[in-house]
């Protein structure tokens, strides 16, 4: 969206998205790096290059060529300033980090925005939304199990809380028991496939 809104003002000329991260842009050897971001840079030309996790690129590593990576992004970001736009993303303090370990990163990108972690109600609608796309509704023990698990997990999150990606992968957990709950039965009926019930919610607490 905001590539279009970009376009549509005149600030790009094509107003398309490019996404990438640190697999996209670094190769395994030496050149082969500035070869692989500047293809990605040529792609993005007239629009946005999103690099998420971009915290990656600058490793400490001997044996790292993410800096040739940066080092490329940033001459590309001066010479296709007038229709280039590069938003990089990641963990706060992590990208604070990566920021202010080249001058020229720091210079360059001057304009933040922070987003907060889900709540708990945000995680448990978002949970609920993940059903309602699979045509799954809760039994009302996993529907409170849910409500309660989500306020837990808020209350405890860590300071790189996975937020939407943690909901997703419980789901995923939890569509799995099902599947494993209900593949004894012989006669299905379409209400047992469409209903998660309490014990489809009993995962593993470590995974």
């Known amino acids: 969206l905001l590539a279009k809104i970009y376009h549509e003002i005149g600030l790009l ?10 697999s996209g842009l670094v190769g395994g050897y030496v050149g082969q790096t500035a070869i692989k971001t500047q293809e990605v840079i040529q792609s993005a030309l007239g629009g946005i290059l999103f690099i998420d996790e971009a915290y990656s690129l600058t490793s400490k590593s001997d044996n790292d060529y993410g800096a040739e990576a940066v080092d490329t992004l940033l001459k590309a970001m001066e010479d296709h300033r007038d229709d280039l ?3 990089v993303a990641g963990y706060p303090a992590l990208m604070e980090k ?16 922070y987003f907060e972690d889900y709540n708990d109600e ?25 409500k309660d698990y989500f306020k837990m ?17 419980l789901f995923e957990e939890v569509i799995t028991n099902q599947a494993n709950r209900l593949a004894p039965k ?3 009926t379409d209400e047992e496939l469409n209903t998660l019930t309490y014990e489809d919610f009993l995962v ?4």
């Open 85 to 87: 736009i590069v938003i």
């Open 186 to 188: 012989c006669n299905i």
């Open 13 to 22: 000329s094509k107003g398309h998205l490019i996404e990438t991260d640190r």
């Open 98 to 113: 990566f920021l202010y370990s080249n001058p020229g990163l720091e210079s360059r990108f001057n304009k933040f925005i």
């Open 153 to 169: 997990l808020y209350e405890n999150r860590s300071k790189n809380f996975a937020n939407g990606r943690a909901v997703r992968n």
């Open 204 to 207: 593993d607490e470590n995974d």
């Open 122 to 146: 945000e995680l448990y609608n978002i949970f609920w939304l993940m059903c309602e796309e699979s045509n799954l509704t809760m039994d009302a023990a996993a529907d409170k199990y849910i």
